[in-house]
């Protein structure tokens, strides 16, 4: 039976269904064929209107889980060519940077060997050579439910269902969409994917691990002047604006063409709900070592999306009954080598392999156990492993003395000896005999009351170096269907104005990186209501985390619906 009200509707069957087209669902569409050939069937599915148009990602890739994957990758022309030639980090202060000597960074730092490159384009890339070995890639289809089997497993998903109209009802141009049906089926839909989520609470795979640790990721393109452009040099920066107590930082990246990707993020487990983290990024860009690369080029692409970093104590049991969870649906981004597609990519190549094998045995709907133990003890959770300690401490002592000062050691220690003193000293003050700490809460339970903090005076954009955030939006290329209900639903409908409004000051007002979410009132300020606009939503994910009241669910809109990014 299916998650949503009983329907007829037709059905396909295939021995593994991959919802979404990002790094891991395609390594693993990849990887099985390689294995199956044309005796396995494959499906993948994806809610943007074509292959990495919802990719947003730095990104600098480290080549790891592509080497696995295709050895031969360079021959068959995949766009991963500029390779990282300066490696920088800056401490900023409000007027001035000072750079920190790169052999103080732990040798895993380090981006010797890696690639700035566009993951939309990388991802676009590998459908291609998904295609090419059998494999049925889908766009525009999002999957709304899922359906399961008799013993209670996911046996498949619902997908392509159109024609919804806003109050809820069946339109004249329903479509009811299809079942498509596996022996598996792998969720790669990114960071807090919905039917993620459904899972997650169902087969309760998170009662072994942390909370779930986020951060918003805010990313411009420019073309900038020739004699700025630096291609091949990687910088990222920490302190102003955010400061040291709070997490984030930024980076820019120069790649190929007098392009340069450029974005801040900023951790969600901000405590004032007064903090604008649009409003940050945009600041940074002022900063005078940024804006001098900056000047006399424009910005010609913008997006935004939330980048797990829980890290190694934050992943969830990754399997359940008939499937498995794949790259950040499972978190698996290294928080201060601010990467995760190479990770992404061993998760679909290991969830790949134990699929194919249990398929070959004649098992189907079970719990690939395999899988889950091969991403903690193989390459992944050796990423991860070493760097786990990170993110507390950053949250618990700021990101100077935390993530810098006593994260930096800690996986110094551990690369050389392999335990993390940092964590272990801090535990036995709790009698806890672990190296590794915990996450404590979630970002929704560490915002603090408005009157508990200052209100924030964020200066206005001045259209040239920094833009307002609907400006922005226009460059991501958006689109929803005016017809469809908003897919952002409010549990109870009266918490953003009696509860979120007077105690939080209504922080999705700020969160939102898309201008979504408005306080409106009368022009004598009275009679304050709530407003979404759904049309603006860029899927970035931030609101489900964030709303102190957890007060709001991201649901898939139609297929193709959202933002439409050319080469994020």
């Excluded at 009241?549 to 991201?554: F, M």
Aim: aromatic share 8%; proline share 7%.
């Amino acid at each position: 039976m299916s998650e949503t009200q009983a329907f007829d509707r037709e059905s396909m069957e295939y021995d593994v269904v991959i919802v979404g087209a990002g790094p891991a669902g395609l390594s693993a569409a990849i990887r099985l064929k390689q294995l199956g050939g044309d005796d396995i069937s494959v499906v993948v599915l994806e809610k943007g209107s074509e292959v990495g148009a919802h990719i947003l990602s730095g990104a600098v890739l480290d080549p790891a889980g592509l080497n696995r994957l295709m050895p031969d990758w360079k021959e068959k022309g995949a766009p991963v060519t500029t390779k990282v030639k300066a490696d920088k980090l800056h401490l900023l202060g409000p007027a001035g940077a000072m750079p920190l000597p790169t052999v103080l960074m732990p040798p895993l730092m380090h981006n010797h060997g890696n690639y700035i490159v566009s993951m939309a384009n990388v991802c676009r890339w590998m459908a291609e050579q998904a295609e090419s070995l059998g494999v049925e890639v889908f766009p525009g289809m999002s999957c709304s439910g899922l359906v399961y089997g008799d013993k209670g497993q996911v046996k498949g998903v619902i997908a392509g269902e159109f024609g919804i109209s806003k109050d809820g009802t069946k339109g004249e141009a329903y479509e009811p969409g299809m079942e498509l049906h596996g022996k598996y089926v792998l969720l790669s839909e990114g960071a807090r994917g919905s039917l993620s989520q459904i899972v997650r609470k169902k087969y309760d795979l998170e009662s072994d691990c942390e909370p779930g640790k986020f951060g918003l990721g805010m990313k411009e393109v420019w073309e900038i002047k020739p004699e700025n452009h630096r291609e091949g040099e990687v910088l990222h920066t920490a302190g102003w604006p955010l400061g040291f107590k709070q997490g984030g930082g930024s980076f820019l990246y120069h790649a190929e063409n007098n392009q340069v990707y450029l974005g801040y993020i900023v951790d969600l487990n901000y405590k004032n709900p007064h903090l604008y983290p649009y409003a940050e990024f945009q600041r940074w860009k002022h900063h005078p070592s940024i804006k001098s690369i900056l000047e006399g080029g424009k910005r010609i692409a913008y997006g935004a999306r939330v980048v797990t970093k829980g890290g190694f104590q934050s992943i969830p049991k990754t399997c359940f009954p008939g499937g498995a969870l794949l790259g950040c649906s499972a978190g698996l981004v290294n928080l201060p080598r601010i990467k995760g597609n190479h990770n992404a990519m061993h998760s679909g190549i290991e969830a790949a392999e134990a699929a194919y094998t249990a398929i070959k045995a004649g098992r189907s709907g079970d719990e690939l156990v395999a899988y889950h133990m091969a991403l903690m003890n193989g390459e992944v959770g050796k990423d991860l492993k070493p760097v786990r300690n990170v993110a507390p401490l950053s949250g618990r002592f700021g990101q100077l003395l935390g993530g810098i000062m006593l994260g930096g050691p800690d996986m110094w220690v551990n690369t050389v000896f392999k335990f993390n003193p940092i964590g272990g000293l801090l535990n036995l003050f709790k009698l806890k005999l672990s190296t590794t700490l915990s996450h404590k809460k979630d970002d929704a339970a560490s915002i603090e009351p408005a009157g508990k903090h200052k209100k924030i005076d964020y200066p206005k954009p001045d259209g040239v170096i920094s833009f307002d955030r609907l400006t922005n939006v226009s460059f991501t290329n958006t689109n929803h269907g005016e017809e469809q209900p908003s897919h952002l639903k409010l549990i109870d409908a009266s918490i953003p104005i009696d509860v979120n409004l007077p105690e939080f000051d209504e922080p999705a007002q700020r969160y939102c990186p898309a201008g979504v979410y408005e306080v409106l009132r009368d022009d004598d300020g009275s009679n304050p209501r709530f407003n979404i606009n759904a049309q603006n939503c860029i899927h970035c994910k931030t609101c489900d985390i964030k709303d102190p009241s957890r007060n709001i669910v991201w649901t898939v809109p139609e297929g193709g619906g959202g933002p439409n990014y050319p080469n994020m």
